[in-house]
Nanobody, 126 residues
Framework: QLAESGGMLVQSGGSLRLSCAAS????????IGWFRQAPGKEREGVSC????????YYRDSVKGRFTISRDNAKNTMYLQMDSLRSEDTGVYFC?????????????????????WGLGTQVTVSS
């Protein structure tokens, strides 16, 4: 299972760090990623990283502002979000799978997804 935390209401320009704690699985065995879904929109990839951490992918709108990472000792992944904008508002989900890659439209994705978290709400006020 995956459990996200850290989402909250924040002002535009602020920062948040989302956490995703894994149980019953070992994060080091998987490609990991963060996704988000804004109201009325489809879920989109935010950032993904390969199992060996050699390849990292970000959607264009978050490059330079968001950083994905994992702590294998804590079996937890993170998404550091800086310079937040109102368009970053949405429910953020973590997920693990086999292969991290960049999909159509520069959309980070994970192939052969195994597990999704339930999500955490991020609201950025302008």
């Amino acid at each position: 299972q995956l459990a996200e935390s850290g989402g909250m209401l924040v002002q535009s320009g602020g920062s948040l760090r989302l956490s995703c704690a894994a149980s019953g699985l070992t994060l080091a065995d998987y490609a990991i990623g963060w996704f988000r879904q804004a109201p009325g929109k489809e879920r989109e990839g935010v950032s993904c990283v390969s199992r060996d951490d050699a390849s990292t992918y970000y959607r264009d709108s978050v490059k330079g502002r968001f950083t994905i990472s994992r702590d294998n000792a804590k079996n937890t992944m993170y998404l550091q979000m800086d310079s937040l904008r109102s368009e970053d508002t949405g429910v953020y989900f973590c997920a693990v799978g086999t292969i991290a890659t960049m999909g159509p439209g520069n959309n980070p994705m994970i192939r052969d997804l195994k597990v999704w978290g339930l999500g955490t709400q991020v609201t950025v006020s302008s």
